[in-house]
């Protein structure tokens, strides 16, 4: 059964950090694209970042300079980390996995960024 189980999601004021984990399990974590996407209310769901099997990333403009991925492949992780927050941020943020053809979803977990 293929899982991806995220947290690290809260609430914090602008200005300040989070990091979001994902878990990986069911899958052959390694030679998994991962990506990292977020959905505001009314939105629709963008993609954030993401990284590749050989650590390759690349990210959206409104996030570049702030948000940094990794992975870690002997733990099958995946991290956000966000610094630099700001409300525009908020948002259900979540983990996905791709290897062609399959593609995996985690559960979302709200992030919330207060002015």
């Known amino acids: 059964q293929v899982q991806l189980v995220e947290s690290g999601g809260g609430s914090v004021q602008a200005g300040g950090s989070l990091r979001h984990s994902c878990a990986a399990s069911?899958?052959?974590?390694?030679?998994?694209?991962m990506y990292w996407y977020r959905q505001a209310p009314g939105k629709q769901r963008e993609l954030v970042a993401s990284?590749?099997?050989?650590?390759?990333?690349n990210y959206a403009d409104s996030v570049k300079g702030r948000f940094t991925i990794s992975r870690d492949n002997a733990k099958n992780m995946v991290y956000l980390q966000m610094n630099s927050l700001n409300p525009e941020d908020t948002a259900v943020y979540y983990c996905?996995?791709?290897?062609?053809?399959?593609?995996?979803w985690g559960q979302g977990t709200q992030v919330t960024v207060s002015s």
């Open positions: 996905k996995r791709s290897q062609n053809p399959y593609i995996s």
């Open positions: 069911g899958i052959i974590f390694s030679i998994n694209i």
């Open positions: 990284i590749t099997s050989d650590g390759n990333t």
